[in-house]
């Protein structure tokens, strides 16, 4: 598989100086599950989040912006969250669906999607990404498999972070990891104290990732 299936969500404020994070910023997934897969799904389940609040996952894209804002969704209004999603784009790495929840891809999708996301870097040409969980951070593709992709020389907030260019030679992004938004599953309501600790530690990363330019 040579070639992008899931287009990614592109926010209609994506790449603007009034977005609400003044940057490009590429939130990375990793994978859709369920059948009869459509190239729309990932534009079709943020759109209906946006619309109704109750996407297939809902926790899902509530915790991805409670990890990046460091607030509890009680505290964002519908105004903040769709001000969040359309300020980023989403783009889930595997191009194949999986079969359900919690199973992991193999080694021919990891291997596969490479292609793709190369392909992405150049469409959307971010300057930051935010990586969803140690899984898909730790099969990302390294220096052995993209021309000008190098370890950052320092770390982000105790994270490793990587530069990937865009093959164009317009810019460069500048990559760490979050753990995937599912850990906020127990509890979710209430949000935990662990939760919140959580969640200002990933915040206190992306915010040291926006200072950093690569």
């Known amino acids: ?7 990614p969500w ?22 859709h599950y369920g059948t009869n897969p459509k190239p729309s799904w990932t534009n079709e389940e943020i759109g209906a989040y946006l619309k109704k609040g109750k996407p297939e996952s809902p926790r899902f894209w509530t915790n991805t912006m409670q990890i990046i804002t460091g607030k509890h969704h009680t505290e964002l209004s519908k105004a903040d969250r769709n001000s969040f999603w359309y300020s980023v784009s989403f783009y889930n790495y595997i191009q194949e669906p999986l079969e ?16 793709p996301f190369i392909k992405i870097l150049d469409e959307l040409e971010p300057k930051h ?6 899984r ?17 020389h320092q770390d982000i907030a105790g994270r490793e972070a990587w530069i990937y260019p865009h093959s164009r030679g317009k810019g460069k992004a500048i990559s760490t990891y979050v753990y995937h938004p599912s850990y906020f599953a127990v509890g979710f309501e209430e949000f935990s104290c662990f939760c919140r600790r959580f969640a200002k530690s990933s915040t206190m990363i992306f915010s040291f990732l926006l200072r950093m330019t690569p």
């Not at 592109?10 to 994978?31: A, C, P």
């Not at 898909?136 to 950052?152: A, F, H, Q, S, T």
């Open 1 to 7: 598989m040579n070639n992008v299936f899931f287009r």
């Open 129 to 134: 990404i935010i990586v969803l969980g140690c």
């Open 136 to 152: 898909l951070w730790d099969n990302l593709p390294n220096e052995n498999d993209i021309k000008g992709c190098v370890r950052w």
């Open 100 to 115: 359900g929840p919690r199973i992991p891809p193999t080694s021919e999708m990891w291997r596969t999607a490479q292609i």
């Open 10 to 31: 592109i926010g209609k404020h994506y790449g603007k100086t009034d977005n609400w994070f003044q940057t490009r910023l590429l939130i990375l997934g990793e994978s």
